[in-house]
């Protein structure tokens, strides 16, 4: 027996004195990106109101990192934005190191970057397969599919994971890279550009591509920056803010690259930014792997994986063993500063914060994080405002959201 | 401008309301009195010299553990920054114990509605002025604030809808709902459709 299906015969279209009605989209909806829930209010096809509510993947990081030492709280940062863990990874590490003052290696500042790069091209193939998917564009998502796999392969190849890394280590890396590695990191380097001109192909000048994107979700640079967006969201609308350029961290201030800026605002010059920033990505990583300098790759100050309770505390290690990165050596220093501290690095969603208090324990006292998809979330509201519902599918995915980040 | 630079220019404006300033790690704090916060963070973004127009972060600490003298019971800290003039500053608002709440700053950054609703949700500082302000990462009918330093880890007690959800599986139980699926090797008639 079949049940009587209501038949939509009529369309409703907004006509002032239409028929208001509610829609509740998500949490379990394939455009959401996650578990995101939007409450609608519409009338016909147009968001009179959009609430988005989030919280569904909330895990309290922040209060769990409290109970944690500083070694110990890395591996929550992989289940953050964890499309891009490896960024999220190096920033957490660099916010430690600058609050602890522990300086780390050339080399392994250059892995990092490397790694970080590597992540940023993870996640924005991501971002253009299932953002091009959301609007009908099937094929792109294939195609980027299968370059990232590439990439996940390289990371399986270094650190065994291939989702959530906890590659990096406070002070440095955990392990050395592979000659195998840079080799297969190379012949990516010279096959990927090529690719992105592929995926231009499919979309770049796709009419209906065009339909969807061009004039849709336009911020001013203003509006941009008040709703606290960052990354490609902001530059999108032409303000040059990278941290990458503004505060360099790692080996960003050795190499050269650009920070692609758009003019429009909405989301086809959003996704042009991506589409560039992934040819500037590729750029970086080819000048790390020229400049690779040899040395250490973890410091010798860096509290790894052992994190002493009282301060003041000696372990020796071989010398093997500290190079395997795997044991730390802990000189007679206190290296617990009291203090607070706000880092910011540049995550392919955008800019990722950490403000750290502490208080001279092997704990932080307060770890707060300030995820770009939260703030991005937030901003859904003024972005829909009297935009079609069609609308709101392509500015998630043009905003780019992670709800594992947002949520934390 | 220089950390120590900014915090000169703060203390000469607001005599009266910056409490304490230092630098840590480069990094340019003030420790300031809650209630002219609106008025001072509109000076810091539209004085032409400072222009602190990117609101990084905001989010609210706890200092019931921590050592020091003079602290407040909680602290809300805003994180600016300068884009044009790639300065940042760090402002920490006390806040009292008893009723603990301080005005918003929607009107100067809309993007703060999150992050202040997030501070009122995990660490139960009030927003006054806050145009919407509920919790926004909890369910509405969580008892308590979490990131307060006298919530223990595990939490206090079951959420309520968490019960709920209990009680509905045993009642379930008693008709013979079988929550595991197919966990006797039998399986469910298939239903037909015609």
């Given amino acids: 027996m ?45 968001i009179i109101e959009c609430i988005p509510q989030v919280g569904y993947l909330h895990r309290g990081f922040e209060k769990l990192a409290e109970n944690k030492t500083y070694a110990q709280a890395l591996i929550l940062t992989d289940r953050l934005d964890y499309i891009a863990a490896m960024a999220n990874n190096v920033g957490y590490c660099v916010a430690v190191e600058r609050l602890l003052g522990i300086s780390v290696p050339l080399r392994a500042q250059y892995i990092r970057t490397i790694v970080g790069e590597m992540s940023r091209l993870c996640s924005h193939l991501l971002w253009l397969a299932t953002h091009a ?36 280590r406070i002070g440095g890396v955990r392990q050395d890279v592979t000659s195998y590695f840079v080799d297969e990191l190379q012949r990516f380097l010279d096959m990927f550009p090529s690719k992105i001109e592929e995926y231009e192909t499919l979309i770049d000048t796709n009419r209906i591509w065009l339909k969807r994107t061009v004039g849709v979700g336009t911020l001013t640079g203003e509006e941009a920056l008040a709703l606290g967006l960052t990354g490609a969201c902001l530059r999108g609308s032409g303000v040059d803010y990278d941290i990458r350029k503004h505060q360099p961290y790692d080996a960003y201030g050795q190499v050269e690259f650009e920070v692609p800026l758009g003019t429009e605002g909405d989301i086809y010059a959003r996704y042009r930014c991506r589409m560039e920033e992934m040819h500037q990505s590729v750029r970086i990583i080819q000048q790390c792997i020229d400049q690779l300098p040899p040395g250490p790759i973890i410091g010798e100050d860096a509290p790894d994986l052992v994190m002493p309770l009282k301060a003041p505390t000696r372990i020796e290690a071989t010398a093997a063993a500290y190079g395997s990165g795997l044991i730390k050596v802990i000189r007679d220093k206190n290296i617990y500063i009291s203090g607070d501290v706000y880092v910011a690095t540049e995550v392919p969603k955008g800019e990722l914060g950490f403000y750290f208090i502490s208080d001279g324990n092997n704990r932080p006292y307060r770890m707060h994080i300030r995820s770009p998809s939260f703030i991005h979330i937030g901003a859904l509201k003024a972005l829909c405002k009297g935009e079609l519902i069609a609308d709101l599918i392509a500015n998630i995915g043009s905003l780019d959201v992670v709800l594992g980040e947002s949520d934390r | 401008m220089e950390p120590v630079a900014i915090i000169d220019r703060l203390r000469a404006e607001f005599p009266d309301e910056v409490v304490q300033g230092y630098v840590n790690q480069g990094q340019g704090a003030v420790v300031i009195r809650s209630g002219r916060i609106v008025e001072m963070l509109r000076w810091l973004r539209d004085s032409d010299d400072l222009r602190m127009n990117h609101l990084r ?13 003079g602290l407040s019971r909680f602290e809300v800290v805003y994180n600016l920054y300068s884009i044009p003039l790639r300065h940042e500053i760090r402002l920490r608002a006390e806040v009292d114990d008893k009723d603990p709440a301080i005005d918003s700053v929607v009107e100067l950054w809309p993007g703060a509605d999150w992050l202040e609703r997030e501070t009122f949700d995990l660490m139960g500082i009030r927003f006054t002025n806050h145009p919407n302000l509920h919790r926004v990462l909890l369910p509405e009918d969580w008892v308590g604030h979490p990131l307060r330093k006298d919530y223990p880890l595990k939490g206090k007690e079951e959420w309520a809808g968490m019960t709920e959800l209990l009680d509905k599986i045993k009642e379930l139980d008693q008709h013979g709902f079988d929550p595991e699926g197919h966990a006797h090797g039998q399986s469910a008639p298939e239903q037909e459709d015609d």
């Fill in chain 2, 57 to 69: 972060s905001l989010c609210g600490v706890d200092n019931l553990r921590r050592k020091g003298p």
């Fill in chain 1, 133 to 168: 998917l959301d609007i009908g564009a099937m094929t792109v998502f294939l195609y980027c599919f299968r370059e990232r796999e590439i990439l996940l392969d390289l990371f399986e190849e270094l650190c065994g994971a291939r989702l959530t890394f906890s590659y990096p």
């Fill in chain 1, 2 to 46: 079949t049940r009587p299906i209501k038949q939509h015969l009529e369309i409703p279209v907004a006509d002032g004195a239409g028929e208001r009605y509610s829609l509740r989209m998500g949490p379990q909806h394939p455009a959401t990106h996650g578990v995101l829930r939007v409450d609608l209010e519409l009338d016909g096809e147009t």
